[in-house]
């Protein structure tokens, strides 16, 4: 047995059993794709043990001048002009949620919190309460702030009283992904391009979504 065998202490084809009966939320907010990117990976990866997934944007709060003022963020914010808004009722709906969002100054984009801040009515009637979560974040250099945003996230999610899914260690992809144990995080050049190879880091931080997701439905019937 291999070092990561022993490490991991599993069969890496766990996670590849199809979960069912668990209905997944991919939100993520991008101006200039990178997260919307990695909030379709997510819904691959989830597909692929049987979840039932909704990939949902943030609402946009930025004034249209300033998109108009950014050629990168005026051709991602018109080609998903069809992806649906993320709603409260989405949240409702979901038993997990993925969040995929870049970082500002080590945080949340505003355009997040706003959606967050709705959201009272639903923790104030326990409806937020044992949903399975995890998060995904990007920053233009190596150490922009991915993992304190990541954090942020969890923050407001503790308070929902959600149950947190990290990817942690569990498959050599995290570590070929840059290794952060709290969520897939990325790199974006000045070209606008990704910089470590994340795809199946998202997949897999997907599917133990998913699959944490299926053991909180099974305690729970």
Known sequence: MGFLDKLFGRSVNKEEETMTNVKLAVIYYSSGGTNYQLAKWAEEGA??????????????????????SNPAWKA????????????????????AIIFSVPTRFGSKPSQVQA?????????????L?????????SAQNPHGGQE?????????MYHWGAIVAAPGFTDPVTFAA??????????????????????????????RTVTVAEWVKKANQ
């Open 148 to 156: 304190a945003t990541i954090l942020s996230l969890y923050t407001s």
């Open 129 to 137: 309460a044992n949903k399975v979560v995890s998060a995904m974040s």
């Open 76 to 95: 991602h914010y018109d080609a998903t002009q069809n992806v649906p808004e993320v709603t409260l009722n989405d949240l409702e709906w979901a038993d």
């Open 47 to 68: 597909k692929e043990v049987g979840a039932e997934v909704k990939v949902l944007k943030v609402p946009e709060t930025a004034p249209q001048a300033a998109i108009e």
């Open 115 to 127: 959606f967050l801040d709705t959201t009272g009515g639903l923790w104030f009637h326990g409806k």
């Open 178 to 207: 840059g290794g952060n144990p709290y969520g897939t995080s990325v790199t974006v050049g000045q070209d606008g391009k990704m910089i470590e190879d994340v795809q199946a880091a998202v997949k897999h931080q997907a599917k």
